[in-house]
């Protein structure tokens, strides 16, 4: 009875709006106080984090995400991407799509591409007349964009929590998020067709336009040709880029001063690696908890009355991931959920990476999933409007996200191919 009150009153904090990380330390500590385990169980979950040499790739690519924000770096990629593509039927949506993905790859939140990119892309796309549903939806699906990207934080974090080669995982996420680019790029050309000024390349504007960024535009090569070339880790990667970061935009551009600037960002960008490492901290000692007590092996008993297939358990996780991912945050979702789908995923054949592909992908369509996906409301706050106004606007996006998740899950070689684990 003890178990129930206390388990009840967990729930009624958690209703009343208690912060997430709250919520799952009580539930952990309660839960081992229970089963009489030690609670130092939870401190062991964080000690043993902390000692993952990948960890500190999380706040130095986030660091340097936010400072390429904070710069003018959005205006210049924005002009080589607008010269590169603009003279396309739909052409500046494409360019927003693909300079979207580009930040919050580096970024890892998609609040932050939103709130950076929205104000400049959101009258561009209404100079070249596209309407302004389409424009709200387009930015607001854009937002969540780059999560299959490298270096993207939900990619190292699935890698470090399901314990999957960080460096595979990089990798393996850049054909199905060019798929994601390509169907939203299709939908943009049919919208854009007679909507948008006709322009020509102009091969002047494009070289100028480079030369503008290169410093900028050659990173993310240069971060796939360091780790795939094998010149240094994913965590040696991470320091390089945000020291390369810091020196072009502050002594090259001088778009931001050291002494002025620099704090603040750090400051705004440790914030968020601090929330995503407290939640990862506590969100642990629940997963570990669950995990000791094989939850997923019941889990997996029950469904094997249902689901007597791959296809099939691919498609219920589809669905179960899509309620997860409108109801909770990437960085809680994948520390709470992967331990628990991982054992069932592998009893049923399912790839590792192609599991982290599929998890991801559906998260990152939670972003724009009603009711409460993050995005809607940041894209209310950011353009003033009425997030039911958003839900309108990214509903056609969010079918053709469907559809390409679909594409994912059901053909693994997308996922698999780079890796070379294709057939």
């Not at 979950?45 to 959005?74: D, N, Q, V």
């Not at 999957?164 to 054909?175: E, M, P, R």
Request: glycine residues 8%; proline residues 5%; hydrophobic residues 55%.
């Amino acid at each position: 009875m003890l178990e129930i009150f206390s388990f009840l009153g967990i729930i009624i904090l958690a209703i009343l709006g208690v912060p997430l990380f709250v919520i799952m330390s009580l539930a952990a500590l309660t839960a081992f106080s229970f089963t009489d385990v030690e609670t130092s169980a939870v401190a062991v979950e964080i000690y043993r984090l902390s000692s993952a040499p990948t960890l500190l790739t999380i706040p130095l690519f986030t660091f340097a995400g936010y400072i390429m924000a904070e710069s003018k770096s959005p205006q210049r990629l924005l002009r080589f991407a607008e010269a590169a593509l603009g003279w396309l039927p739909g052409g500046v949506a494409i360019v927003s799509l693909v300079i979207c993905a580009f930040f919050t790859a580096f970024t890892g939140a998609s609040g932050v591409t939103i709130i950076a990119l929205g104000g400049l892309l959101f009258p561009i796309l209404k100079n070249e007349g596209y309407t302004e549903k389409f424009s709200l939806g387009l930015i607001t699906t854009s937002g969540s964009l780059g999560l299959l990207f490298p270096p993207s934080l939900p990619i190292i974090l699935y890698g470090l929590v399901a314990k999957v080669d960080i460096d595979q995982l990089f990798i393996a996420g850049i054909i199905p998020g060019i798929l994601l680019i390509v169907i939203l790029s299709a939908w943009s050309i049919k919208n854009g067709t007679l909507s948008a000024s006709n322009k020509k390349f102009e091969l002047a504007e494009f070289v100028a336009a480079f030369k503008g960024c290169f410093w900028e535009a050659i990173l993310p090569v240069g971060v796939l040709v360091g780790i795939y070339g094998g010149f240094t880790t994913a965590t040696e990667a991470a320091a390089i880029t945000a020291f390369y970061i810091l020196i072009i935009e502050c002594f090259v551009y001088k778009d931001l001063d050291i002494v002025k600037d620099i704090p603040k960002v750090t400051a705004d960008s440790m914030s968020l690696v601090g929330g995503i490492l407290l939640i990862l901290c506590c969100a642990l000692g629940l997963t570990n908890y669950l995990v000791d007590e094989e939850i997923p092996m019941q889990i997996l008993d029950f469904m094997r009355e249902f689901l007597t297939n791959k296809y099939s358990f691919l498609l219920f996780l589809n669905i179960f991931l899509l309620i997860v991912g409108s109801l909770m945050d990437i960085f809680s979702a994948i520390i709470v959920v992967v331990p628990l789908i991982v054992p069932i995923a592998q009893e049923f054949g399912v790839h590792p990476v192609h599991l982290a592909i599929i998890f991801l992908t559906n998260l990152e369509i939670g972003y724009i999933t009603p009711p409460v996906g993050i995005n809607l409301f940041i894209s209310s706050f950011r353009f003033k409007k009425p997030v039911t106004e958003l839900y309108r606007a990214s509903f056609p996006f969010l079918i053709l996200m469907l559809v390409a998740l679909a594409i994912i899950t059901y053909v693994p070689d997308l996922s698999l191919m780079l890796i070379g684990e294709g057939k």
